[in-house]
């Protein structure tokens, strides 16, 4: 694939991560181009900030006579019903395609996202070298193309919040669970509050997105390390669960406690 070239140095803008601590997992990147990708293309480094496809990431393609099963199993199931309702133009679009990309890979324990850099830039170039919308499996997102670019490429920035997905899910009681899918992109852990009470709900989602940027960015939270945020309650507490096999996250993540 021509767009994919072996990276390689360049005068790209560098995107640091301020906090980085190494020992980390491994960021994990998982994509679905739809449509036809003209693979033959030369993606301009310059044009797209990006080196190509980074090393540990590997693209695989998919139509009618290669694994046509692997873009139906896309269009089924709740995230595709959802977007049959809330954006029906575009699922007509992305039903009607018969050929997919997949990116798929880790990258070893990065210090800066660069990584994440290249990979925006190659899916930006493949919405210009034909695909129509890119779905997002571990954030629950489908992207159209103005949409990916207003939101991701033309900020010309990490932006991590734009990448991870705080949902707010119905307990029982009343109250809601405030959790995360996404962070596995920056090889970090996602975040679950529960037992959230309206008054305290905007205050959560604020602290969501502050471990969203310090984790992205590199940082790390400590077992048993206490929040500190004048909005919430003293004694709050981060304790790490889970793993990559959870369904509500398919990640490990933090377990954020009252006190």
Not at 133 to 142: C, L, N, R, T, V
């Amino acid at each position: 694939m021509a767009a994919g070239s072996k990276t390689m140095e360049s005068s790209l803008p560098e995107w640091p991560r301020q906090h980085y601590v190494p020992g980390g997992k491994n960021p994990f990147l998982f994509y679905v181009v739809y449509g036809g990708v003209d693979t033959t293309k030369v993606l301009s480094r310059s044009t797209y900030r990006s080196n190509g496809i980074p090393d540990g990431i590997d693209v695989f393609g998919y139509g009618p006579d290669t694994h046509a099963e692997v873009l139906a199993s896309f269009r089924s199931g709740y995230l595709w019903d959802n977007l049959i309702v809330d954006d029906p133009n575009l699922a007509a679009i992305v039903g009607a395609q018969d050929s997919c990309l997949i990116l798929k890979g880790e990258i070893l324990d990065p210090p800066t996202l660069n990584y994440f850099r290249d990979v925006i830039g190659f899916l930006t170039f493949c919405f210009d070298a034909g695909g129509v919308a890119i779905y997002d499996p571990q954030m629950f997102k489908w992207w159209a193309p103005l949409d990916w670019r207003s939101h991701v490429f033309d900020i010309d920035r990490s932006a991590p919040r734009h990448h991870v997905v705080i949902l707010l899910s119905e307990e029982e009681d009343g109250t809601k669970w405030v959790h995360t899918r996404g962070m596995r992109k920056f090889g970090r852990p996602d975040l679950s509050i529960h037992k959230v009470a309206p008054h305290h709900q905007d205050a959560v989602v604020d602290l969501c997105n502050r471990f969203i940027e310090l984790l992205a960015f590199g940082g790390r939270i400590r077992d048993g390390q206490e929040v500190r945020l004048n909005s919430l309650p003293s004694g709050m507490k981060c304790f790490r669960r889970g793993s990559e096999e959870d369904p509500d996250f398919n990640n490990e993540h933090i377990e954020i406690v009252w006190p």
